[in-house]
């Protein structure tokens, strides 16, 4: 069987021969490869062939595919039963794992939280100490939609409020509210960005450029005391990967909660994979809930959301604001992500820290050395290519590249055995299991990979 014929075969009975679109290579053209096998940080094709795997699942694989201490976790579970509908002693051990993993990231206290900081300043640490923890209570679903969903959910029913601002470029999801366009203006409602979303429900959602301070005061100037909740990936992944200028997540927690409104940080993407503790652990800021997906679930589907005490009391069957979920909480995904998260020590951390550093520095190099403009952009050990000199700051600029360089690139580490994200918008993740075979494999694929960037045509 060829990646052809399968993809020939899937496209009879699954829209576009895929269950999620990325993985059609629509951006970058040629048939997809069927993947059946996984073992470190390599995955193997239908036609036998390896890759050295730079997507790892889109970040759950922070140990690299099929590590033994998730297997054995996997395995044991199954062995007890798939599903229960009914509560297991090891959901309340990932829940405890993640709040005491975020344990050294607290939250300013209530009265000072409402006082913003200056306007382009760093947040002074002094008014951040306070022993209130930014995560109290975890919530385990299945997908980070449903997490993102519900994180949206609790903060209108906690304010009671309808709106909800988000950032151009950033992806949290699938959700009606969530595909929405940015409007005619930086401080106007938005458009549905998808057939199937009712204008009514876009127009909940303001989309505002990235980054962009003065874009965030105007909407809040106009809609201010209907906005419930401001969302914002930790670190923009979903355009390629764009850090948050300094400061500018504090800058939107301190405006969220001068307005009486709510911060909602994505970790979905980051959680866990930048640091011991996610983005927060890098840069703490005064979340009010942090959703989290990928890692927590080790490879498996499950994703959550946490917040402190009198937030998270707003849920059912405690609170007004519902959410429920049959496979939420499932015992065999709880026993991977637990599994992983026990096995993820310091070691693995500065592994992956390490290599994400080899790799990019690497691609840069080559690319230079093909004399192609190009800027590597990094947040954490996440990182991407943006094919222009200038290193784009949101949206709109990452849109400015040539990312017509980047299928023939990609396809020529494909050829080499070398797995990119098959977009030019989309993060490269590395794992632990990527040891210095695997990493020469990528290093020796570089430079034709550069070449045919080089020679691309728009």
Partial sequence: MSNESSFDQA?????????????????VGG???????GRGPYITDVEGREYVDLVCSWGPLLLGHAHPAVLDAVHEAVSRGLSFGASTPAETELAEAVIARLAPVTRPLPERAAAPTAPDDVPDPARSPSAAPVVEQLRLVSTGTEATMTAIRLARGVTGRPLVVKFSGHYHGHSDGLLADAGSGLATLALPA??????????????????????????????????AAIIVEAAAANMGVVAPSPGFNAFLADTAHAAGALLIVDEVLTGFRVSPAGWLGLEPVAADIVTFGKVIGGGMPLAGLGARREIMEHLAPIGPVYQAGTLSGNPVAVAAGLATLRAADAAVYARVDEVAGVIS???????????????????????????????????????????????????????AGVSLPPSAYEAWFVSAAHDDAAVSRVLEALPAAARAAASAQP
């Fill in 361 to 415: 520095s690497a691609v840069s190099e080559a690319l230079d050395a093909a004399g192609v403009e190009h800027a590597v952009s990094r947040a954490g050990n996440l990182f991407s290519i943006q094919f222009q000199s200038t290193l784009a700051t949101d949206y709109a600029g990452a849109q400015r590249q040539d990312a017509f360089r980047y299928g023939p690139f990609f396809h020529a580490m494909l050829d």
């Fill in 31 to 37: 048939a997809p490869r069927f993947m059946v096998s």
């Fill in 11 to 27: 496209r009879a009975v699954i829209p576009g021969g895929v269950n999620s679109p990325v993985r059609a290579f629509r951006s």
């Fill in 194 to 227: 998808s057939a199937g979303v009712p204008a009514e429900i876009a127009g909940q959602t303001l989309v505002l450029p990235y980054n962009d301070r003065e874009a965030v005061r105007a909407a809040f100037a106009e809609f201010g005391p209907r906005i």
